[in-house]
């Protein structure tokens, strides 16, 4: 198995980088160019951006700010928020993102995640879950679907889906920890990746989120200091998690 | 220094432009004339093929290495070499690497993530199939991560993406292909 991945997460509304709790009061942590070249440049495994305004707002993703962010960074990029076609992903993998993130769109109409794998291969394909009590939320966690989180886990992935990111929305921002149970849950029942989301506080919530879970997201822990990273990385090792050394 | 991206129509080709160009070399599309010609790989492999096919790249990559001039295959790019993948229910490849791709059967598929290479450094990997080639070079978790025959070298990994360790792998392929003049 590949090492386990940290992926700091750039959360974009209005072109900059938010973070709230619960999904919910939003604040400005920073410029997304900026954020993400010093991630890059401090040796995160991968970079997430989600561009949690788009769907609520109905527009497409900030292709124009995905280009800028690409261009200074070194490492794979994740581009999601507003994708709803597989023009759209196109255009994002040309801005020069690797993979696109589907999360409302996908809930609507299940069959695009079939037709953006069988366009782009399932590898460049990342199905994004919001749970709250094991349920999926969609558009940006402001709607209920009633659907179950690991059923629709499943369904994502014979559909072609080439990993899960699973947010809980329950522990999203607050510090406490991944929800480990959910987590478990969807890595259980799927063989694809799965990149936990959502409660990182400390070194210990992320060692015990990758001993479930190929990879962990991490936004609140790290923006207000990018150098976090490399600490965390220090400590994780500590903890015995074989992560990477980015030398 | 020019370096030519074989375009096919699919995928992020910008990332291994950009990775390039960092480098100091001058990118465009040229791929009969470059000094080193590159086929990048993402997206499935019939599609690839067809794509090649389409623009008469294939067999411009061809006489490139029949003429013992430099081509650097980059994850499916390194597939697409090989005589014929099992993906798509079967396809033939270009035929510049002796092998087949086959399906990864271990562990979590798509393999996703960082791996070492050889004991040394990790490079970033992201796929489904994998090849078996009598021509591999390095290894990574008993996967085929490089591969060599004439002027071609075939890499699973993805370099470009590959932080400070890939910007040193492409660097040293541009190295080589200065070496040879």
Redesign the interface.
């Known amino acids: 198995m590949p090492l386990p991945r940290l992926i700091p997460c750039l959360d974009v509304a209005a072109g900059r980088v938010v973070k709230g709790v619960n999904f919910r009061g939003l604040r400005d942590v920073g410029d997304p160019v900026e954020l993400g070249a010093a991630y890059s440049d401090r040796g995160a495994d991968e970079l997430v951006f989600l561009d949690v305004a788009a769907t609520v707002e109905g527009r497409p993703t900030l292709v124009d700010l995905v280009r800028r962010v690409a261009g200074r960074l070194a490492i794979p990029f994740t581009v999601g928020g507003g994708v709803r076609a597989v023009g759209d992903a196109e255009e994002l993998l040309a801005a020069g993102a690797d993979k696109v993130a589907v999360n409302s769109a996908a809930l609507a109409r299940p069959e695009l995640v079939t037709q953006l794998a069988g366009r782009l291969g399932s590898q460049a394909v990342v199905v994004a879950i919001d749970a709250t009590q094991g349920r999926v939320q969609t558009r940006a966690g402001t709607t209920a679907t009633g659907r179950d989180a690991v059923e629709w886990a499943r369904e994502a992935e014979a559909r072609g889906a080439g990993e899960i990111l699973l947010t809980s929305i329950d522990a999203d921002g607050t510090r406490d920890g991944y929800d480990l149970p959910l987590t478990r849950a969807v890595a259980d029942a799927v063989t694809v990746p799965v990149i936990a989301s959502g409660g990182a506080g400390e070194a210990r919530h992320v060692a015990d989120a990758l001993e479930v879970a190929q990879a962990a997201l991490l936004a609140s822990i790290l923006h207000e200091n990018p150098d976090r990273l490399g600490s965390l990385r220090d400590e994780l090792r500590e903890l015995g998690v074989p992560v990477r050394d980015a030398a | 220094m020019r370096v030519a991206i074989a375009e096919y129509g699919?995928?992020?080709v910008?990332?291994v432009a950009?990775?390039f160009a960092?480098l100091g070399a001058e990118v465009d599309g040229d791929v009969a004339g470059a000094d080193l010609a590159v086929l990048p790989g993402?997206?499935?492999a019939r599609?690839a093929m067809a794509g090649l096919r389409e623009r008469g790249l294939d067999e411009a990559l061809r006489e490139r290495v029949a003429e013992g001039r430099p081509v650097l295959g980059i994850c499916?790019g390194l597939q697409l070499a090989l005589d014929e993948s099992d993906e798509d229910g079967g396809v033939e490849g270009l035929g510049l690497l002796p092998g087949r791709a086959v399906r990864l059967r271990d562990?979590?598929?798509?393999?996703?993530?960082?791996?070492p290479v050889d004991e040394g450094d990790?490079f970033?990997?992201?796929?489904?199939y994998a090849a078996e080639t009598p021509a591999a070079t390095a290894w990574s978790?008993g996967i085929v991560a490089e591969a060599r025959a004439g002027t071609f070298v075939g890499v699973q990994f993805?370099p470009?993406?590959?932080?400070?360790a890939?910007?040193r792998y492409l660097a040293g392929v541009l190295g080589s292909c200065l070496s040879r003049v």
């Not at chain 2, 562990?107 to 791996?115: C, E, S, T």
């Not at chain 2, 470009?160 to 400070?164: H, Q, T």
């Open positions: 699919a995928g992020n910008r990332s950009l990775a960092r993402v997206g499935s599609a499916l562990g979590r598929v798509p393999r996703i993530g960082w791996a990790a970033y990997f992201a796929h489904s978790e993805h470009e993406k590959s932080g400070a890939g910007a």
